[in-house]
Structures are given as structure tokens and as C-alpha cells.
């Protein structure tokens, strides 16, 4: 048995992405990396094929931004499952080549119209659509999910909290940040509203509206709410939990800056683009970086006390075959292998949203388990 692997993009999760299926897969792989700019997509490729002694193809093909080619199209008729690693706003385009092309399909994007338009879009898919599943919207949900599964058989389910941050070693006035990821996602869930349960009905909040401080294993943080990383979370518990919500950690003063910056923002309508402008102009991109995440659950057990469990890690760089990887590249990328293989191991179709999953086997998968450790 082997599998032909499609991952669209050459950034630093899709490399991520490939590293990890090429190290770490128990079957033999052959590995496509499309890229617009063909060149990036063959460095990646080569990155890729040195860093694994495990024997495998790993092919780079340009990803052409105005539609099908030959090449194209050649290798999607190959493909047994397509890794969407581009930005959320081409997500709904890659769909539709993994639904016409019968490839399995998972995704990362945390934006919510993106990801209703593929809802629609695949709706009677032969294949399966996993989406949202990097590190948040993604492994957090399942993490969640599986906190409150096992808590509600024991008690009554009030408050579900989860939370992740991602963040530099050491971080300095007045912005107190630095990029990991994407300045485009930061800045579009800092404007975007965000979704979550309030007296037991899904709602929509403004994002940067509840920001409170927080100390998860001896540190201090501050929380507030964004767009995008309670994935499906608010539909599917929505009735069964008094209070839900997803909340992005940073460290103590970065929100104040920035809603410093949106205050003086004159075209609302720019908001993101704005945002991300003033950013990047006044914040590094830093490659040591640590990952921290938060989930509890709290209710009352049947004789009335009050309860609550929680679950937090810290995730540093490690190192996959002879690479190192940042710890924002190896937590996003291993749930969205583990996401693609579950699917060529299962016969899912149609789509498989975070809560339709799973979350115990999923979380102690073989992909995940190794950065995130397992959940008991």
C-alpha cells in the first residue's frame, strides 16, 4: 500500500507538512509540493528529501493561479488526499479541485465564510473534507471537545474555555509580539467577530471585547476573544453548555497596543489591511518561538460542588528527521497529517467538521501525540 500526497503551497507549514508524513510515515509516500513559483516548490522538495532517510518521491509541480494545466491535472488524478496549506482565501478553490479530482481533502483556515462556502461545496462529496485542522481552529478543538466529553458524564457542563497562544521567547515594548505565523491571520482574527455560547445559544462577539489575565502554569497572560478558533465548537455544543468561547493568549500589554492602533483607524472597511500594515511596520518576525495552549471545563458534579479540570502544554522547536521546526510549524502541521491519513484509513465522506471527530484516538494519534504528548 503507499499514497500520493498533494500539498498545495511551499511555506513553512506546508514544508512542516511534508517533513512530517516523509519521517514519520508507516507507508510508502510519494509526496507532491505545488507552489505558483515552481523554484520554492522544488527548494521544499529538496528540503524535504534530505531531511528523511525513509525511501519515498518527493515531486515539486508549479500551482498555477489561473486554472488547470496538464501538469496539473496529471497529478491530481494521482492524488489520493489534498493538503491545503495556502491562505483561507484560495481554500474554497482548492476544494473544488479535490471534489472534481475525487481527492480526499483537509485544510487550516480559520476563516468562517471560507469555510461555510466549502461546507456547501462538499456537501455530497465522494471523498472526505476535513477542515480547520492545524492547531487553532484544529488540535484545540479536539482537546476541548474530548475535556468536555468525559466531564459531562460526571457532572454539569457551565463553562468550556480553551486557548492558544502563539509566541516568542521574549517580548518587548510597546507592541510586545513578535510574528510567527501569518501577520494576515493575526490581523484578520483581531478584526473578525468572533463566535461563541452565552446562556446556552451560539452568538457572535467582537473580537479584542473580553479580554481578561490569566497565569497557566506560573505565567502570566492576558486572553481575548478572535475570530475563527472555536471552529465548529459554538453549532455542535450550542444547548449543552452554559458558556463556550476560544481565546487567543498573548503576553501583558500587546492587546492594548493594539486596539490603540484600530482606534486611530479612519476606513473601518480597511480594518485588516490596515492593521496588518501597522504591524509589520513595527513588529519583527522572530524564528525561536513556544507555543502555549489551555482547555478546562467546569460544572458542578451531582452533589452540587463546584468542579473543574484543565489541561495545559508548552511546546518548544523539536527536531523531525535532521530539521529543526519551529513550534508553530510542527503543532499546526501534525493534526493536519494526521487529519489526511485518518481519511485515507477511514471511509469518510462529505465534510468532517473538528467535533465530528473522534478526539481520544485523534489526539494520541502517531503525528500528533509526538509534539503534543498523550491525553489520558
Not at 513578535?178 to 491571520?185: I, N
Request: charged share 20%; net charge neutral.
Amino acid at each position: 500500500m503507499s499514497y500520493n500526497m498533494v500539498i498545495a503551497g511551499a511555506g513553512g507549514i506546508a514544508q512542516a507538512v511534508g517533513l512530517i508524513m516523509a519521517d514519520w510515515g508507516n507507508v510508502p509516500l510519494k509526496i507532491f509540493i505545488g507552489n505558483r513559483t515552481l523554484e520554492k516548490a522544488e527548494k521544499v522538495a529538496h528540503w524535504i528529501g534530505k531531511g528523511t532517510t525513509n525511501p519515498g518521491v518527493v515531486k515539486a509541480f508549479c500551482l498555477s493561479e489561473t486554472g488547470l494545466t496538464k501538469e496539473m491535472e496529471d497529478i491530481f488524478t494521482q492524488g489520493d488526499v489534498l493538503l491545503d496549506c495556502l491562505p483561507g482565501s484560495l481554500a474554497p478553490k482548492m476544494a473544488s479541485y479535490a471534489k472534481d479530482f475525487k481527492m480526499h481533502y483537509v485544510n487550516l483556515t480559520e476563516y468562517v465564510a471560507e469555510t461555510n462556502e466549502i461546507i456547501a461545496l462538499a456537501k455530497n462529496a465522494e471523498t472526505g473534507f476535513v477542515l480547520q485542522s492545524g492547531l487553532a481552529p484544529g488540535y484545540i478543538d479536539l482537546l476541548a471537545h474530548h475535556l468536555f466529553l468525559e466531564f459531562c458524564s460526571k457532572h454539569k457542563v457551565d463553562k468550556l474555555q480553551f486557548k492558544v497562544g502563539a509566541l516568542t521567547d521574549h517580548a518587548v515594548a510597546p507592541h510586545y509580539y513578535g510574528f510567527t505565523w501569518s501577520p494576515v491571520g493575526v490581523a484578520t482574527e483581531y478584526i473578525k467577530d468572533a463566535e461563541a455560547v452565552r446562556d446556552f445559544k451560539k452568538v457572535p462577539l467582537k473580537s479584542l471585547s473580553e479580554r481578561a489575565t490569566i497565569i497557566i502554569d506560573g505565567r502570566t497572560y492576558e486572553e481575548d476573544l478572535t475570530s475563527g478558533g472555536a471552529a465548529d465548537l459554538p453549532d455542535a455544543l450550542a444547548g449543552k453548555v452554559r458558556n463556550l468561547d476560544y481565546k487567543t493568549l498573548r503576553y501583558p500589554g500587546h492587546y492594548a497596543w493594539v486596539q490603540q492602533q484600530i482606534a486611530s483607524f479612519k476606513n473601518a472597511d480597511a480594518a485588516i489591511k490596515t492593521l496588518q500594515e501597522k504591524m509589520e511596520s513595527g513588529i519583527p518576525h522572530i524564528e525561536n518561538d513556544q507555543i502555549v495552549l489551555y482547555a478546562a471545563v467546569e460544572g458542578k458534579d451531582w452533589q452540587g460542588t463546584l468542579r473543574r479540570n484543565e489541561v495545559s502544554k508548552l511546546i518548544y522547536p523539536q527536531k523531525v528527521g535532521i530539521h529543526r521546526l519551529r513550534a508553530i510549524q510542527t503543532t499546526t502541521a501534525a493534526p493536519m497529517v494526521q487529519a489526511a491519513f485518518m481519511l485515507m484509513e477511514s471511509e469518510h465522506k462529505g465534510v468532517v467538521l473538528q467535533s465530528q471527530i473522534d478526539p481520544k484516538p485523534f489526539l494520541n494519534g502517531n503525528f500528533v501525540a509526538p509534539i503534543y504528548g498523550y491525553i489520558n
